[in-house]
């Protein structure tokens, strides 16, 4: 008999446990309220936090992303030719990372020197380059 009631004062708990757990998850959340302007209501410190970060921001993403770089960091080049290396450079200033990052080639090289997609892909590039199997046509000219 002892241990019927032991059973059903366990199923019990485990209903009143799954009770709250679903009224927990989904309980409707409050929209956040508007001011008269029709602006979100931000807690003060919030909008402090996001001014902080985006005067750590020096210029639009885009910009950044698509920034001319003069060298690719992290790659020797003194194999080759001035001639060479400047197609290098328009073809790494060109070319998307594959990684996800959004950055071209030579600015992923500059931002993570750490990157499995990256590193590898402008080694090829320079041999390619090296072998002349790179046409220049289409590629991103030097910014004046």
Known sequence: MKTSWIGVAAVFALLAGVAVWVSETHAPSAPPSRTAAGDLDMPADSESIVEQALAQ??????????????????????????AQRERLVRVANSRRCTCGCGFTVATCRAFDATCPVSGPYVEELRDSVRRNLIPAAGLRRRPT
């Open 57 to 82: 921001v020096p210029v639009d993403s885009t910009e950044l992303r698509n920034r001319w770089l003069d060298t690719v960091p992290g790659l020797n080049v003194s194999m080759l030719s001035a």
